[in-house]
């Protein structure tokens, strides 16, 4: 069964051209124009993955991100925006979006990242996606140790020391992924592969913005730094 796409571009000219290609690469579109026919649409007929525009008139698609994860909804979401900031990028991250594409985009890199996104969601068999995990009342399965952090890979929880860290569905895989090689030093395109099933290549900043995102969470004041850039090459977990 082919899968849905239910994608919200306020202007015409791309709505269309992508639902077209959309539709000729295999998959069933509803594409609507605003934020507001989005969610209505994503409440009566849940989609596979929804590619949301950020900017869009009325509710935009940050804000169609925010209702959907604080719904309690794990569809993965594409944002397509045409701001290049990082700090943009980190809103999109931060409202729940798992991956974004900047315009003008080739859909060639589109259908790429839908893959990704689809093939994480089918691995994961129904994990979170980018939604704080609920507390459980104890560790249910085998911890993973290092460097000063626990993680219970079953639960999704994390721990870093007795602090619990809040993390989304992919910040806890690249924290997992980094725990599990700890002392190693990964390069991004191995990460890249591991954590979105897709290299994309090094002008992307997506992994810098959510390792970033992820030392936010983890350092404490007077405590050593877990996650090192290794220049040139990608990071590594140690505790120095």
């Known amino acids: 069964m082919s899968q849905t796409v239910l994608l919200a571009e306020d202007d015409r000219a791309i709505r269309h051209a992508l639902e077209r290609a959309l539709t000729l690469e295999g998959y069933r579109v509803t594409a609507v124009a605003d934020g507001v026919e989005a969610l209505a649409q994503a409440h009566r007929t849940p989609p596979d993955v929804l590619v949301l525009d950020v900017m869009m008139p009325g509710i935009d698609g940050l804000q169609v991100c925010r209702v959907l994860r604080a719904e309690g909804d794990r569809t993965p979401i594409l944002m397509l925006t045409a701001l290049v900031e990082t700090q943009d990028r980190i809103a999109g991250l931060d409202a729940g979006a798992d991956d974004y594409v900047v315009k003008p985009f080739d859909v060639e890199e589109v259908f ?129």
């Open 112 to 240: 790429a990242r839908l893959r990704a996104l689809l093939r994480r969601t089918s691995e994961t068999n129904g994990a979170p996606v980018d939604v704080p995990p609920k507390p459980a009342p104890e560790p249910t399965g085998r911890l993973l140790e290092a460097a000063g952090l626990r993680m219970d890979p079953q639960a999704r929880r994390a721990w870093r020391g007795a602090r619990e860290l809040e993390l989304t569905r992919t910040e806890f895989e690249l924290l997992e992924l980094l725990v599990r090689n700890a002392g190693i030093v990964l390069d991004h395109a191995t990460i890249y592969d591991r954590i979105w099933g897709y290299d994309f290549g090094p002008g992307s900043k997506n992994l810098a913005v959510y390792v970033g995102y992820l030392r936010r969470k983890l350092d404490e004041p007077g405590a050593p730094q877990l996650i090192h850039t290794v220049r040139g090459v990608g990071y590594v977990l140690r505790e120095d």
